[in-house]
């Protein structure tokens, strides 16, 4: 089982910036990859970006070189700087945790785009 919480999450204005974190506990030795997904009214939820384990990064082409992941293993948090947010960026921000398949979940956190 892993747990995660996210935070971070508000309101900003166009060109802002923001930091999400997700902090994991429970059986955290066997994640293989986190993620950041996202889920706009009205449309389906879409993957921003994922970490591996290896630190390896992957980006929806919509925040490439505005958006980036990062990871501290010490304090087992990952992190979304989201840099020049756009209106489009509004939405409800999840950190996923992928066990050997198996996905887990935080609670997610709004980020809403405005001015």
């Known amino acids: 089982q892993v747990q995660l919480v996210e935070s971070g999450g508000g309101l900003v204005q166009p060109g802002g910036s923001l930091r999400l974190s997700c902090v994991a506990s429970?059986?955290?030795?066997?994640?293989?990859?986190m993620g950041w997904y996202r889920q706009a009214p009205g449309k389906e939820r879409e993957l921003v970006s994922i970490?591996?384990?290896?630190?390896?990064?992957t980006y929806v082409n919509s925040v490439k070189g505005r958006f980036t992941v990062s990871r501290d293993n010490a304090k087992n948090t990952v992190y979304l700087q989201m840099n020049s947010l756009k209106p489009e960026d509004t939405g409800a921000y999840s950190c996923?945790?992928?066990?050997?398949?198996?996905?887990?979940w935080g609670q997610g956190t709004q980020v809403t785009v405005s001015s």
């Open positions: 996923n945790a992928d066990v050997r398949g198996v996905h887990y």
């Open positions: 429970g059986s955290i030795f066997n994640i293989d990859s």
């Open positions: 970490i591996t384990r290896g630190g390896a990064t």
